[in-house]
Structures are given as structure tokens and as C-alpha cells.
């Protein structure tokens, strides 16, 4: 048996004209290289797109690649994730598995209180795949809470569990405060566990539970991604055996100054020292400065001079990150995250206890607020007029509150 396991793709995710289409370059490198390795289908294991409601132009591209990989009889089963999947449950997964395109392997029903999910088997391995959706603000823990384990457990045969969410066991310490699940509320027992959402490079075993596995974004998402990872990749298993396979679809460069208690010359000089002898040909060069300086502004630095040359050396894209830089003259408050997701953590966990309801602890009050910003969060759909967009978002809402 042999597949691939791709998560995070976030296709559409960058804004910039430059950056927006390397996400789906790298889907497309990964499709052709599963399809070089015979494989036998294929997993996504959350945030496919980046949106519930993607650009036609960047739909019509996966259409066009899921079309030849059913062509070609490779199968692709997916889950949706944080990003993907909407409040109001209508996704553009949905509708790609209607047109026959993949399968969304999120099936189930509710009984006796439990939730009981249901197995895809792939026709050709016979492999049983079942998973459980994503969502933002971790809204999918009270999910598995009410997850039927011992059904899937019982389940005999060559199982996969698929999953977008944060494991406790898994999260590295500069995710310490994202909200996350305890492995044990996964089923145990499966032949490998699909991971998603967590942009992290990771495969380990555990007592009961072998190959959980999570392959980082096809792509870097954000700065302190391109900075970290360089370049994304996926893995694939090949009876037994789980290979990496990285994707390198620009060369990165990152450079760093401290700037603490130098003048802006200074700064401009240092950088000027670390780019001017080097080439920069179809690189993306990434640009940090931290510290506070002595004298002058945060403008005065040239960055106009260091832009023109990196240009001139043919660099591909230029990123500059001033997160960590002030100035005597000028302070501001910043939240050290790298994440939107952590700083709403962040800024949720500083006001709670202000909404006076004496029945909720903060961790209720904690995951209305993240609810609440959930169904604010929603884009228009297709073909929605504005006051039907209204109306459904208030009663959504209506619905939260129990009015």
C-alpha cells in the first residue's frame, strides 16, 4: 500500500501578487510527484484552500489537477480544516465531492449520545479511512469528547485516521498557548494517524498509537514560516516505510540585525555588509531587525537603497520583519506571536471576566468568544444578496446566545 499525506496547502492564502500563486505551485509539485510514485490515493488532511470560498481562478486549478489525478484512478480523500471549513457547514469540498472529484471521509451519525463515524474503504487497498473535521478556535475538541472510540477501535483491517488539530503531545513550546487536544482522544489501535493544522514537522509513536504524523504546509504560510521551514513537503507511506518528501519552490535567504542602541546608518551599513557580495537569483530574501535604537527613526533606516539592490541581484520577492524594532522616540505595543490564531488566543485570555455571567468558567466563556468570532468571521457566499447574508449571520447568532 502506498499513499501520500499532504495537509495545509492554504491555496490562496498569500495576498501579495508575487507570493499568491507559490501555494499552488507547490500543490501541483506535490500531485506530480504522487503521481511519479504511483501511489495508491491520496490524503489532505485539512485547509486545503484557504477560505470556505475560494477564487474561481485558484478552484479551477484543483479541479484541473483533481480531474487528472481520477483519470489516472488515484483517489483523493480529504477532511476539511480551520480554514476551509465554514460555520454555516457549506464548503467548497463539498462541492468538489459532489462533482466526484475526492471524498470528504467525515461521515457519521449520532447514537445514543455518542458520535459514530463512518469508514471510506478504498476500493483498490481495501485501507479504511475515517477523520474528524477541523475548526477554528479548537471547537472540534467537544467532537471528539463525543466521539464513539471503541466502534472505530473494534474496526478490523488496515485503518487510517485522519485529524486537523493540535496534539498536546506533539506541540512544540513556542505553540505552548494554542489550545490543543490530548492524544487520548483520538481512537486507538490505527495503522497511521493523518495529521493537519499544526505547521510542524512530525512523526512519532505513542502507546497505542503508531505513525501519527504530521507534514508541516506544502508551503510557508507566513513569515516566521519562510524563516523557519524555508520550504514546505508532505510524506509518503509506502507499506510501512514514511518517506519526506520536501518541496523547494524558491530558494529563501534570511538575514538579521540588531539594531539595539545603533543609529539607523548603522543598521542600513550592517545590512548593506551582509547583502552586497552575495546573488540573490529567483530568492525570496527575508529581512529581520530587532532592538531599539539609540537615536533616530525606524524610517531613517534606507531600506529603499537595500530593496534596490536586492532587486538589481535579481531576488525573486523581499520580506522585512520590524516586529522586534522601536525606537526612543516612538514605542508601540506589540503581542510576541507569530500567528493570527495565537493572538486571538492571547487577547481572549486577557478580558475574560469581564461578560458577567455567573454560570460560565472562563473556559465557557473562552469558547463562546471564539464562536461568536467563528460565525463574524463568514464571508458571503456565492450568490447571497446582503440582507440574506444579514439575516443568516443573525441567526446564527440568535442561535449561539439560545434567543
Not at 383 to 388: N, S
Request: hydrophobic share 35%.
Amino acid at each position: 500500500m502506498k499513499f501520500s499525506h499532504i495537509a495545509d496547502c492554504h491555496i490562496g492564502g498569500w495576498r501579495d501578487p508575487k507570493l499568491k500563486d507559490l501555494n499552488t505551485e507547490a500543490f501541483f509539485r506535490a500531485v506530480d510527484t504522487s503521481i511519479e510514485e504511483n501511489v495508491d490515493f491520496i490524503l489532505i488532511a485539512g485547509d486545503l484552500f484557504n477560505t470556505a470560498l475560494p477564487g474561481i481562478d485558484k478552484l479551477k486549478d484543483v479541479v484541473r489537477r483533481f480531474k487528472e489525478l481520477k483519470d489516472k484512478k488515484i483517489p483523493v480523500y480529504l477532511i476539511a480544516g480551520s480554514h476551509d471549513f465554514s460555520p454555516s457547514g457549506k464548503t467548497m469540498l463539498d462541492v468538489l465531492e459532489e462533482a466526484g472529484l475526492c471524498k470528504n471521509v467525515v461521515k457519521g451519525k449520532v447514537i445514543e449520545g455518542k458520535l459514530r463515524l463512518d469508514f471510506t474503504i478504498d476500493p483498490k487497498t481495501g485501507a479504511k479511512i475515517t477523520g474528524m473535521l477541523g475548526k477554528r478556535g479548537m471547537l472540534e475538541k467537544s467532537y471528539y469528547e463525543e466521539l464513539d472510540r471503541e466502534f472505530l477501535e473494534r474496526e478490523s483491517g488496515f485503518k487510517i485516521f485522519m485529524f486537523h488539530t493540535s496534539i498536546t503531545e506533539l506541540k512544540p513550546k513556542k505553540l505552548e498557548k494554542m489550545d490543543s487536544s490530548p492524544i487520548s482522544l483520538l481512537p486507538k489501535g490505527f495503522d497511521y494517524y493523518a495529521g493537519g493544522h499544526v505547521h510542524i514537522i512530525e512523526k512519532k509513536d505513542f502507546p497505542g498509537y503508531k505513525n501519527v504524523v504530521y507534514p508541516g504546509p506544502l508551503f510557508p504560510n507566513n513569515y516566521h514560516e519562510l524563516e523557519e521551514l524555508k520550504g514546505g513537503g508532505f510524506y509518503i507511506y509506502d507499506d510501512g516505510e514514511i518517506k519526506r518528501k520536501n518541496l523547494l519552490i524558491k530558494n529563501v535567504f534570511a538575514v538579521y540585525v540588531d539594531a539595539d542602541k545603533k543609529i539607523p546608518e548603522k543598521v542600513t551599513d550592517e545590512l548593506f555588509a551582509q547583502l552586497h557580495n552575495k546573488e540573490f537569483n529567483n530568492t525570496i530574501v527575508l529581512i529581520r531587525i530587532s532592538g531599539t535604537l539609540a537615536s533616530g527613526k525606524i524610517s531613517d533606516i534606507d531600506f529603499k537603497k537595500i530593496y534596490e539592490l536586492l532587486y538589481e541581484k535579481s531576488a525573486y520577492f523581499v520580506m522585512r520583519n520590524t516586529a522586534g524594532l522601536g525606537s526612543k522616540e516612538f514605542e508601540e505595543i506589540k503581542i510576541q506571536t507569530s500567528t493570527s490564531e495565537e493572538i486571538e488566543d492571547v487577547l481572549i485570555s486577557e478580558h475574560l471576566g469581564q461578560m458577567k455571567v455567573s454560570s460560565w468558567d472562563h473556559n465557557k466563556e473562552k469558547a463562546m468568544i471564539k464562536h461568536f468570532m467563528s460565525v463574524l468571521s463568514q464571508e458571503r457566499q456565492e450568490g447571497e444578496k446582503v440582507y440574506q447574508f444579514e439575516a443568516r449571520i443573525k441567526q446564527e447568532l440568535e442561535e449561539l446566545l439560545g434567543i
